[in-house]
């Protein structure tokens, strides 16, 4: 009797938290739908007028301003140009979200209207400046996931953490935010969510648990010979060799030292070195990436970059070489628990077929600062482009798409933005449930 007394309350509790999860999605739906055009006239302004890494200025103050409008206390200069938006609404969790601000020096091709023009001084160099990670894209999202979160702020209880972080494309970003107190002077996250672009079809949203994107670690290597004349090798110590046979012989590590079932990458970049054919330069500069999943894959990697490096130079008898490897940012671990409960609510909201399983990235995030601080947290993926193009890039042959990072990245923004609105909103409102 209790069993049969039971199970149609399970089943009757079990129907109002999928009910409820539909009159999420419903609600949010219907308030994206208002505010696109405002929020396209936004997007296009950051598109066009994109700033590097830790000078986003003007970028930091429309989001300022945005969210002052919709009613966030929002605190300024975190971090250098980070920017703090907080709103109070009850007793409960406190979640964060978090959108990058930069963009990438480099020249915009995509081709559309509002593409950028901007320029930047960069280490002293004239620079061009475009928005080909996305990041234009996430703030956009941003704004509207808090708009649409206060909209709907009967549904909800707990405190919204909202943050914009420089310089996330060089890393260092998020690392200056904490080091300002971003946990100390504000209040520390239960919960954290940050998504990117990704050249998926738009309408969906790809997700993981565990690790989503690598270690990345930067090699800047100074190989130091003997200058001389080029007819006259034997009076001189030709660093260009040196360095030839460390770019080489450093694959091996790749190849032959790495567990091949492991991800693992080191590719040399930019080789710096000598100024015309007839003369032997003095030193050549080697700068590289290291990527990595697993902290095993990197000691392994870190360790072999030196002693090549050592080994190329002591095989020509020449002095150790200056090897400096630094840590940019360590691979993203999305919490399982946090993922298997709002995994079924992006269902939902964008139907099954839009949500689904992506093998982590071999790109690096310093997002991972936050979640390193003990954060439960998901990073997941929104798609841009349209599906017949994704298909078409797939097939032997296909017209290839433009990556991340490409000159010609170019997100349909409309779809692209509201899924992202709606992803974030439901995955936010889930863990803050009444
Ligand atoms: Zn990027
Ligand atoms: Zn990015």
Redesign the pocket.
Known sequence: MKFFALLPLAAAALMMTSSAHADNAAAVSDQIKGMYPQLSTFYQDLHAHPEIAFQEVRTAAKLAAEMRAIGFEVTEKVGKTGVVAVYKNGAGPTVLVRT?LDGLPMEEKSGVAYASKAHALLDGKDTMVAHS???DI?MTSWVGTARTLVALKAQWKGTLLFIAQPA??IGGGARAMLDDGLFRRFPKPDYAFAL??WPAPYGTIGYNSGIVSSNADAIEITFKGRGGHGSAPDKALDPIAIAARFVVDVQTLISREKDPREFGVVTIGAINGGTVGNIIPDTVRVRGTIRSFSPEVRAKLIEGVSRVANASAAMAAAPAPDIAITLLGRAVDNDDALVQRTAPVLKQALGDKNVYLMPAMT?S?DYSEFVNEGVPSMYFFTGVYEAKAVEEAARPGGKPLAF?HSPYYAPVPEPTIKTAIEAMSVAVMNVMAR
Request: net charge negative; glycine share 8%.
């Open positions: 990058e990670c996305g990041h996430h996330e494309e990117h672009s790109a995030e991340n």
